[in-house]
């Protein structure tokens, strides 16, 4: 889970594509019988949405986040996994809906270990690569069909480790299904890598402009067919073998859903470019004049940087407006369902202007940041009931969740944002 957002759970319910293979919940016949019934009754009295909120602060957060920072350069990094678990418990416990808050667990012994697992794995793709590009072949290959066990496992404990109302969420999708759902990222990383490590090789060889544009204009054809199947394949999975208590979560958003938000994305990207020759009108004189300085390089690095960062956040205050929206609109738990309206112009106007208060405390304003960002995410939140809250979350506390939570300690944790 990252600083920008407290509840990476996103467990969802979904129905089964036709022809997929995967298995039907079981108390998902019941929740469609009830849903039925409703339907043919009379019309009940529309209840509230509960909307989540957080009741955390940018001070309260910052103090933590100092100390998070200082141990953690002690301890050359080893404190880490303590200053995870100590950010979670910190979002989870403010964050509220219905009068009741969320709850992290997790061990940091088993993020530590996850955390050497990965360094271990890097280490061992950076030795190969000294020693031959056929070893770090090897490796990477390795690398990649490992990746979809590392999200089962990563998956399993972050929920096994939330909690609401005293209540442990879990997870139960199998490795195998992993495999049948996930491997199309590790392909698509690896094809990536691949196509980077051609074009950078064949800079001695002096090619031709236009077979370059060509192989950029094919990478991102391939990218565009492929990662919104992959993103949906992987909400699919985390979501429906998600479930709290009794109840699984369904996520039933199909992928034309993504297909049109990433479409729509690059639309959208052309919009970044609005900022950057504006940018770049208003700096013109200064940046002919700073390019002809002894350091005169390192500023169009650095100009080059800004102007495509200017892009990027266009972009990501779309994906991740549309992503969340799409996600939680497609959400039900039981009876429940939940409603979500981030708006793109004002994820983009935060993250904007939180880049600009960063950059001029030297750092300093990220907790605030972090807060202020997840405050209005969760603000756009709701969870909208459809009957007694308090009976529905009665029927759920005959379960196997604390077992699960105590055997999660024994499992990886790696931090996986998707």
């Not at 299904?177 to 002096?206: C, E, H, K, N």
């Not at 709290?244 to 979560?249: D, E, N, T, Y």
Request: charged share 15%; proline share 4%.
């Amino acid at each position: 889970m990252t600083e920008t957002s407290t509840l990476r759970l996103e467990a969802t319910p979904a129905a089964p594509l036709a022809g997929s293979g995967d298995a039907v919940h079981g108390p998902a016949h019941a929740a469609s019988a009830r849903r039925e019934a409703a339907a043919t009754a009379a019309p009940a009295a529309k209840l509230e949405p509960r909307r989540f909120e957080f009741t955390g602060s940018g001070s309260e957060y910052f103090r933590i986040w100092v100390v998070n920072l200082l141990l953690t350069i002690v301890t050359v990094g080893v404190y880490s996994a303590w200053a995870k678990v100590r950010r979670l418990q910190y979002f989870y416990r403010n964050t509220c809906v219905a009068g009741d808050i969320f709850d992290y667990h997790g061990n940091p012994k088993a993020i530590l270990k996850g955390r050497i697992l990965a360094l271990g794995l890097l280490v061992a793709y950076k030795i190969a690569a000294e020693l031959s590009t056929f070893a770090a072949l090897t490796v990477g290959l390795v690398l990649v069909a490992i990746m979809p066990w590392l999200l089962a496992r990563a998956f399993r404990f972050k929920l096994a480790n939330s909690s609401y109302r005293g209540l442990r969420f879990r997870f139960h999708g199998t490795v195998a299904q992993a495999y049948r759902m996930l491997i199309l990222f590790p392909v698509i990383l690896a094809f990536t890598g691949l196509f980077a490590w051609s074009v950078f090789a064949s800079f001695d060889s002096r090619p031709r402009i236009g077979l370059l544009v060509m192989a950029v204009v094919a990478l991102l054809v391939v990218l565009m067919a492929t990662v919104p199947l992959a993103h949906y394949l992987l909400k699919r999975y985390q979501h429906d073998n998600a479930y709290f208590g009794q109840s699984p979560f369904f996520f039933h958003a199909g992928p034309g859903s993504f297909f049109k938000v990433y479409a729509k994305s690059m639309a959208v990207a052309s919009l970044g470019g609005i900022p950057v020759a504006i940018f770049g009108f208003l700096t013109g004189d200064l940046f002919r004049y700073l390019s002809t300085t002894p350091f005169g390089w390192l500023f169009k690095i650095l100009y080059g940087m800004a102007s495509a960062y200017a892009s990027y956040l266009v972009l990501r205050a779309y994906l991740e407006s549309r992503i969340q929206n799409l996600v939680w609109n497609h959400t039900e738990l039981a009876d429940l369902h939940f409603e979500s309206s981030v708006s793109a112009r004002k994820l983009f106007w935060i993250h904007a202007s939180n880049l600009a208060l960063i950059m001029l405390t030297l750092g300093l304003y990220k907790p605030f940041a972090t807060v202020r960002l997840v405050r209005y995410r969760l603000a756009s939140l709701a969870l909208v009931p459809q009957g007694d809250l308090d009976e529905f979350f009665s029927d759920q506390t005959v379960d196997d969740a604390g077992a699960a939570g105590q055997e999660a300690g024994e499992f990886f944790d790696i931090d996986i944002a998707l």
